[in-house]
């Protein structure tokens, strides 16, 4: 394998782990307030539909950008409304979100534009381009020729859309924001001792529904990601389990933004590979095609079964809480 090829595959492996990082950062921030989502699926999905859906519609992907948002933070409230206003089942309510989103993305989607439940092929102004970073070059001939520094900058550095760019800013941001300032704080103590919060006259309930709001808002931008950035449309079930994987690494990374990034961009590798090495023979045995996509979904049972240790969630996780009088 030359240097290029390792390039390249790193580069499919930020791509590919730019919805999983997004995710799981929404999912990081729901459940450190003390709400589970099992629902970041369903949000994506819903997400990737309407931001493909309205982009193709309006012609812009910054419209079809906020109409992806704007979905996924109603499907949050929808959520926060069943688990933190009704006390619901946390679990339960984020497996409805999911059922819904994948059926009501399809009955749109037909209703709508009668292509077998998926949109239109974006275009244009309606997808997100790749940004080329000054003195970067794009063509893969001009890259071959630059020394190794060069072909970094210009095959894995530049060339991404501004949202794989922006969910890497997130990462910090997350950190800075649940480790230095006041709202931050606050919101892990929710997650921890929501009695002791609203016990210091804070309401339990808007730092809540601010976490669940904060997950709407960056799923949202994975799944239109996904539809405008990663592909070009959106088709049935197109975001594949992703918001499972991103569970499987929030769990993995034991609920740190920084050990996030890291997780992701390891199931980013194993999608990179298992989606570029295909057909390939091991001992005189032909590897099917289907082992090597299924790859990192076996590799994320593998490792959360056997790598973890002991990761232990928000203590307050999953439980409604019921304000003493």
Not at 179 to 203: H, K, Q
Not at 309 to 323: N, T
């Amino acid at each position: 394998m030359d240097f290029m090829t390792i390039l390249q595959l790193l580069d499919s492996s930020i791509r590919l782990a730019t919805p999983l990082l997004l995710a799981c950062l929404a999912g990081l921030f729901s459940e450190r307030a003390g709400i589970f989502d099992i629902g970041l699926e369903g949000k994506m999905l819903a997400a990737a539909f309407f931001s493909a859906a309205i982009a193709f519609t309006s012609g812009s992907v910054w419209i079809g950008l906020g109409a992806g948002v704007l979905a996924s933070i109603v499907l949050s409230l929808l959520h926060g409304l069943a688990s933190i206003t009704f006390r619901g089942n946390q679990l339960i309510s984020g497996v409805a979100i999911n059922f819904l989103a994948a059926g009501l993305t399809v009955v749109i989607a037909q209703t709508w534009f009668s292509q077998g439940g998926r949109t239109p092929p974006l275009t244009g102004s309606a997808r997100f381009d790749e940004i080329v970073l000054p003195g970067a070059v794009s063509r893969i001939r001009d890259i071959a020729e630059l020394g190794p520094l060069g072909q970094i900058y210009s095959e894995l550095i530049s060339g991404h859309s501004i949202l794989v760019y922006a969910s890497l800013l997130i990462v910090p941001l997350s950190w800075w924001v649940l480790y230095r300032t006041r709202f931050g704080l606050r919101l892990r103590a929710v997650g921890e001792n929501p009695g002791a919060v609203d016990t210091a006259g804070i309401s339990v309930v808007a730092l809540r529904y601010s976490a669940v709001v904060i997950a709407g808002v960056l799923c949202g931008l994975a799944g239109a990601y996904l539809a405008t950035g990663l592909s070009a449309g959106f088709v049935k079930d197109m975001s594949a389990g992703r918001g499972f994987i991103a569970l499987a690494a929030l769990i993995f990374a034991k609920w740190r933004p920084w050990y996030a990034l890291y997780a992701c961009l390891l199931f980013g590798l194993l999608d990179a590979v298992g989606n570029r090495f295909q057909n390939i023979e091991l001992f005189t045995i032909t590897v099917p095609v289907q082992f090597m996509q299924a790859l990192p979904y076996i590799l994320t049972v593998v490792i959360l079964a056997g790598f973890v240790g002991r990761a232990i969630p928000p203590r307050a996780g999953g439980e409604p809480y019921v304000k003493e009088r």
